[in-house]
Nanobody, 125 residues
């Protein structure tokens, strides 16, 4: 089992920044690809960014490219999402996920090995 706990969400004005953190415990963190997803009210959960086990490969959905940065610290068992130039449309609950497969992490399936409980991000206009 892997437990994932997100933190860092909150209320920010448009143009502002937030950094989300996801702390993992349980099995070996470096065995897992990690991802950040978000779900806005009335919408499906979608991938925002992902990072492979070493941090050498990353993926971003088009709407956040150039604004968000995903990173990980395997020594601290933590993955981060730095969010800059935030927009009201970034408002959502943000979830951290872990999966042993890099392909599955970036894929369209809604299934991942483990999920966190989510953290709310609200961007005011």
């Amino acid at each position: 089992q892997v437990q994932l706990v997100e933190s860092g969400g909150g209320l920010v004005q448009a143009g502002g920044s937030l950094r989300l953190s996801c702390a993992a415990s349980g099995r070996t963190f470096s065995n897992y690809a990690m991802g950040w997803f978000r779900q806005a009210p009335g919408k499906e959960r979608v991938i925002v960014a992902a990072i492979n086990w070493s941090g050498g490969s990353t993926y971003y959905t088009d709407s956040v490219k150039g604004r968000f940065t995903i990173s990980r610290d395997n020594a601290k068992n933590t993955v981060y999402l730095q969010m800059n130039s935030l927009k009201p449309e970034d408002t959502a609950v943000y979830y951290c996920a872990a999966d042993t497969s890099w392909n599955i992490m970036r894929g369209v399936s809604s299934r991942r090995d483990y999920w966190g409980q989510g953290t709310q991000v609200t961007v005011s206009s």
